[in-house]
């Protein structure tokens, strides 16, 4: 599992930059244009996204940011301040994964809710961080669907003969396969 997350916290980052870097593209009247989906634009998607991502990485390391992450629904106006909120968090996961041991996984993990406090092992927060992830960004690609630029392909990180896809993307993160994937093919 350790290695699992650690990858999955990778892929997290790769996939924001390049869901990001395509909403990049649009105009700020398409970001906020009302879509069919969970939350009514991409834009509020990415801010939801950004906001749980928040809450979740400050539980995980042990804060107290609680139910105050989601005191403003739309913390960034653009993509352009959005954009490195997003990989800050995403590098916080990271380093969370990076020291990841059979201990930590099974730590608690206290989530602050509206009057109560849920505790949690660590492996069902990181699990459920990167399902609520992959689920949002999905409904920004199906958003993008109806833009004028075309959804980025977001499954090709995991396999081996795709490693040329993410190249240039892994180059402009500091990331390397090796990194990524240590010994492993």
């Given at each position: 599992m350790i290695e699992y997350f650690r990858?999955?916290?990778?892929?997290?980052?790769?996939?924001?930059?390049?869901?990001?870097n395509t909403c990049?593209?649009?105009?700020?009247?398409?970001?906020?244009?009302?879509?069919?989906?969970?939350?009514?634009?991409i834009?509020?998607?990415?801010?939801?996204?950004?906001?749980?991502d928040a809450y979740y990485i400050d539980a995980l390391e042990g804060g107290t940011l609680g139910q105050s992450a989601f005191a403003d629904e739309t913390p960034y106006a653009s993509i352009e301040s959005l954009w490195?909120?997003?990989e800050a968090l995403d590098r916080r996961l990271i380093a969370i994964?990076?020291?990841?041991?059979p201990a930590t996984l099974s730590a608690d993990v206290t989530l602050e809710r509206t009057g109560r406090q849920q505790i949690?092992?660590?492996?069902?927060v990181l699990?459920?961080?990167?399902?609520?992830?992959?689920?949002?960004?999905?409904?920004?690609?199906?958003?993008?669907?109806?833009?004028e630029v075309a959804p980025p392909q977001l499954d090709?990180?995991?396999?081996l003969d795709e490693a040329p896809l993410r190249q240039a993307e892994f180059e402009a993160l500091g990331i390397s396969e090796a990194q990524v994937w240590g010994a492993l093919r």
């Open positions: 990858r999955q916290a990778y892929c997290n980052l790769w996939s924001n930059h390049r869901l990001l990049s593209q649009l105009s700020e009247d398409a970001l906020s244009a009302k879509r069919t989906s969970f939350f009514p634009s834009h509020a998607t990415l801010n939801h996204i950004l906001i749980v490195p909120a997003q994964c990076e020291m990841l041991s949690e092992p660590m492996h069902r699990a459920h961080l990167f399902v609520h992830q992959t689920h949002h960004r999905g409904q920004v690609h199906a958003m993008l669907s109806d833009t090709e990180f995991f396999m």
